[in-house]
């Protein structure tokens, strides 16, 4: 069974400041590597994906992935008080299985 | 586009009752799944449907769950009998699904109170 694992539980960080999140999981084979946020009382939103090793850059964020180490992050840059949430990192399983998530990052931004 | 809509949004059910959460997926997706979300345990996969065939099950929730898919619009998850640790924010998503990736879309969840 594939396993997602993310650090810090927590986090807070000051407005404009970047935001750093970190996820390891426990199958190099593993597909594509999603993160999504959520608001309070929202279901999660699909925010980036990425499949290939190295980084992918949509706007503020950046997500990088190393397939050897088994690791993947997630850098928000310019972190703004709406960046506040919590962040879950998903990877599909082998053979088309559903997304298996981690128990996800609270991210708070101070203004 | 509408999104997923699920409901009710809460409810509180005694030990022992038969709950049903409801869920309709958004139109065109041919994926559907059924996630149970707590503080502890994160997002547990209940069930995955694709085209109306069940794909994967959570072993853990056999017993007293069963999600159906009724028609590709809309699906059920019935918890009979409902215990109080299966207060829970319950999540259903669904997906246009090709071989390898597939964002989810989420609706915003019902609110399981088991007293």
């Known amino acids: 069974q594939e396993k997602v694992q993310q650090s810090p539980e927590s986090l807070i960080v000051p407005e404009g400041a970047m935001s750093s999140l970190n996820c390891t999981f426990s199958n190099s084979a593993s597909q594509s590597i999603w993160w999504y946020q959520q608001h309070p009382g929202k279901g999660p939103e699909a925010l980036i994906?990425?499949?290939?090793?190295g980084n992918k850059k949509e706007g503020r964020l950046t997500v990088y992935l190393n397939r050897a180490s088994l690791h993947v992050s997630l850098h928000i840059r310019d972190s703004q008080p709406s960046d506040s949430a919590v962040y879950l990192c998903?990877?599909?399983?082998?053979?088309?299985?559903?997304?298996?998530f981690g128990t996800g990052t609270t991210v708070s931004v101070s203004p | 586009d509408a999104g997923v809509t699920q409901t009710p949004r809460h409810e509180v059910a005694e030990k022992g009752q038969t709950i049903i959460l409801k869920c309709e997926p958004v139109?065109?997706?041919?994926?559907l799944f059924w996630y149970r979300q707590t503080k502890i345990q994160g997002l547990e996969l209940l069930s995955y449907?694709?085209?109306?065939?069940?794909?994967?099950d959570g072993g853990a929730f056999k017993d007293r769950f069963k999600a159906e898919m009724l028609n590709s619009s809309f699906s059920t998850l019935k918890i009979q009998p409902t215990e109080p640790k299966d207060s829970a924010v319950y999540l259903c998503a669904s997906s246009f699904r090709t071989e390898n990736t597939g964002q989810l879309y989420f609706g915003e969840g019902s609110k399981l109170t088991v007293l």
């Open positions: 449907f694709r085209s109306k065939s069940l794909m994967e």
């Open positions: 139109s065109g997706h041919n994926d």
């Open positions: 998903a990877v599909n399983g082998q053979g088309g299985r559903a997304l298996i």
């Open positions: 994906s990425i499949f290939s090793n």
